[in-house]
């Protein structure tokens, strides 16, 4: 509901305008859920999760679209997203992956703003009657639990 609200949401398209992936990397991993840092991004799990252990991979730098990002940024945004599947099959057992990018409002973004690529971990089954009968998602681990979980298992 505090999604759906736009709690969190930025207040602009320009850094520093409430944007929370500019805020999030200079938080405490636990109270930021940054899983892992890199030199130009970083692993976070989303507080909005569409399934347990929902990953973003975020560059630090603000940028809204991928072809803005360098080739040192695109090569440890893929490095990343490898070491995000990695982890989840470890720490989760995770069956399958959704993973891309939203890029813009009209493709879906919530922060169309500060690009970030999903890593969502998916299991046979993982579609139950609650979301569909009762319009709630039944996540069995505390985000903070899970965070330090997956950075065990980042290796």
Aim: glycine share 10%; hydrophobic share 40%; net charge negative.
């Amino acid at each position: 509901m505090a999604y759906i609200k736009g709690e969190n949401k930025p207040t602009g398209s320009d850094p520093g305008e409430g944007c929370p992936f500019d805020v999030i990397p200079t938080m405490s991993d636990e109270d930021g859920l940054i899983v892992a840092r890199g030199a130009a991004v970083y692993a976070v799990l989303n507080l909005y999760p569409y399934n347990s252990g929902h990953l973003m991979v975020v560059p630090y730098r603000h940028v809204s679209d991928y072809d803005e990002l360098d080739a040192a940024e695109v090569a440890e945004l893929g490095e990343y997203t490898q070491k995000s599947l990695r982890a989840l099959r470890k720490a989760s057992g995770a069956q399958g992956f959704n993973v891309g990018m939203n890029l813009g409002h009209v493709a879906g973004a919530g922060i169309a703003a500060h690009l970030h690529q999903h890593v969502v971990p998916r299991w046979g089954g993982d579609t139950n009657f609650m979301p569909v009968v009762a319009q709630t998602k039944v996540l069995p681990q505390l985000l903070r639990d899970t965070r330090q979980l997956l950075a065990d298992a980042w290796g």
